[in-house]
């Protein structure tokens, strides 16, 4: 088993859990990376592995970090990442929707965490990073599924810094508060301007720097935009 930091990021994706991925990586850390779907992430730079994982199931979380630990050695970088969109009025929500997307981005950033928790416990080390975003604060007409999930989220990253900081174990949560520049977001920045969207690189050297912060001064809360976005 190699003695190279380890990262993992659950929940990955094209956009920006590739670029947390490739940011740890560019600093020397081994990365896993977890989708439930692994095949779509496409080529996989040097120094990442991707491995199946629906988070919002407790045995296939505890089964990934079994899988991380034994293939690269147990995480002290994790992200939780994951997330699933419902959007309506709640006069046409389908109530299966709304948990499902609670059970993924909520309790599955639970069954993460505590995964991490129960790990670097152990090692009297590490940092659980949890992307939010700015239905983490506020909840928008037509959003009410994506905020139960992402303020619920908000309230376990707290609960956990408070719980796991004292022995030492960096939690924060980031809020990316705007739209991420994707390909499916192309037409709303060639409207609105190019730096109307994050950069995902952007918003993963953030990451990076919160999980090299000193712990006399560590943050427990980030929010990011483009400098043009109103808030």
């Not at 505890?62 to 009025?89: C, Q, Y």
């Not at 069954?111 to 506020?138: C, D, K, P």
């Not at 953030?206 to 980030?222: D, G, I, K, N, V």
Request: glycine content about 12%; hydrophobic content about 50%.
């Amino acid at each position: 088993m190699t003695k190279t930091e380890v990262a993992l990021v659950a929940g990955a994706g094209p956009g920006l859990g590739m670029a947390l991925a490739r940011r740890f990586a560019e600093g020397g850390l081994a990365v896993a990376v977890a989708a439930r779907a692994p095949e779509k992430l496409g080529k996989l730079d040097a120094g990442i592995h991707a491995f199946p994982c629906d988070v919002g199931d407790a045995g296939a979380v505890a089964a990934l970090f079994d899988r991380v630990g034994t293939t690269l050695g147990a995480p002290t970088l994790v992200v939780f990442n994951a997330s699933a969109m419902v959007r309506g009025s709640v006069l046409d929500l389908d109530p299966a929707d709304v948990q499902r997307a609670w059970q993924i981005a909520c309790l599955g950033g639970f069954h993460v965490a505590q995964q991490a928790a129960w790990r670097m416990v152990e090692q009297g080390r590490g940092t659980i990073l949890f992307t939010g975003a700015t239905a983490s604060l506020r909840g928008g007409a037509n959003f009410a599924g994506f905020a139960i999930a992402k303020f619920g989220l908000r309230a376990l990253a707290q609960s956990l810094a408070r719980d796991l900081g004292p022995r030492g174990i960096h939690v924060a949560h980031v809020i990316v508060d705007g739209l991420i520049a994707a390909e499916r977001n192309k037409a709303w920045q060639a409207e609105h301007g190019p730096d109307s969207a994050l950069d995902p690189a952007a918003i993963a050297e953030a990451y990076w720097q919160l999980h090299r912060q000193p712990r006399s001064a560590w943050t427990q809360e980030l929010d990011l935009r483009p400098w043009a976005e109103r808030f």
